[in-house]
């Protein structure tokens, strides 16, 4: 098979990891970065460090508007896809390259194959939500995380091309946790403890575009009792200096604020935290897989499972419940298994391969 990736954002480089490593044991890969991002910390910093190989093209599209953003790399993949003529495009998540790849797959040629189908916040307030909607209903073969993600699908009427695969990022921190506690020194470069800190990130529009949820929050993570380790997304740093709140946030002695850190890094800042607050999709499902309480700065979330088990709550931007939820001392209860085994990699390369007749590359060819 001739299979053509699509990622953009840091959180695609990580769920490509695994899935491209598996895939090109077997058929025969294009990487497509759109370069939605693109700064070092955000983008180059994964293709290094992890073993995933450089791009074959980077569209170099960058920010912009999200209907500027969408457009232009519809336009560039038009291209890409077209010369290339993959048998199946294959896209990640929810971010505006995952739609602008599954729009122009779904009037061309290829199948169009998503990696976290069905999931749903119910949040249409929220650019992902449109994102994944429109990106399932497109697709000829939907890998959905969980039962409860493949049952969404069911209830939207997409009954075609559905497997339950579990999670790719469940793979990718299981082969990285070991490596990144061997090698990372980024605990020493802070100055940092195991357990004696809290890890935060934040950068949802709806909580950086909102000056009084951005100031709850930071308030928030102040008052958690104990240092608040928080690299800070550049949608966030731009946030906080708009909004006159950097100067307080840098001055605050809590907060430690940090640029984005690579995989390795962040997954030992994860494994050594106390626990984890954060507004992030995919930080929720590794704090649960390293065994960390979640405070997710979130009134809702597509990772319910998470918060049904007793692991996650979800806070919002209200400062009280943020500082209660920081502080509390409530004994976790046991950890069921979720989002699969650690080998969804293998189990989308399955899927993708019997979908074609169990066809390899060389026989495709
Ligand atoms: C995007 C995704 C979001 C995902 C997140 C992962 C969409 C609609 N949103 O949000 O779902 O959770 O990525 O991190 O696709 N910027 C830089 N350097 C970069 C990248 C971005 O400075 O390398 C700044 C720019 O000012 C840009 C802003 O961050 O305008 C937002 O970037 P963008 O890619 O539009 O959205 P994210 O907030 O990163
Ligand atoms: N991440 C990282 N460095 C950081 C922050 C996050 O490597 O400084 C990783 C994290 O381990 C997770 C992914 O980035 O795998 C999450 O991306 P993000 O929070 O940007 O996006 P979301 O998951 O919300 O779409």
Known sequence: LKVLSVVGARPQFIKAFPVSNALRREHDEVLVHTGQHYDESMSGVFFDELDIPKPDYNLGVGSGTHAAQTAEMMQRLDTVIADEAPDVVLVYGDTNSTLAAALVTSKREPRLAHVEAGLRSHNWEMPEEVNRVLTDHCSDLLFA??????????????????????????????????????????????????????????????????????????????????????????????????????????????????????YLDFVRLLDGAERVATDSGGVQKEAFYLDKRCVTLRDETEWVETVDAGWNTLVGADVDAIRTALQSTEPLPEKPSLYGDGTAAERIVDALSNDFGGRSSREAT
């Open 145 to 262: 995380p969980s039962e409860s993600a493949a049952l969404t699908l069911e209830t939207e009427g997409i009954h075609d091309g559905v497997y339950v695969t579990g999670d790719v990022q469940y793979d990718a921190i299981l082969q990285a946790r070991s490596t990144a506690r061997e090698h990372s020194t980024v605990l020493d470069e802070l100055g940092l403890q195991d357990g004696e800190y809290v890890l935060a990130t934040v950068h949802r529009a709806g909580n950086t575009d909102d000056r009084t949820k951005l100031e709850s929050i930071m308030t928030g993570l102040a008052d958690a009792g104990k240092p608040v380790v928080f690299p800070v997304h550049p949608r966030t740093k731009n946030a906080l200096e708009a909004s006159g709140l950097w100067a307080t946030v840098t001055d605050d002695e809590n907060i430690l604020l940090v640029e984005p850190v690579g």
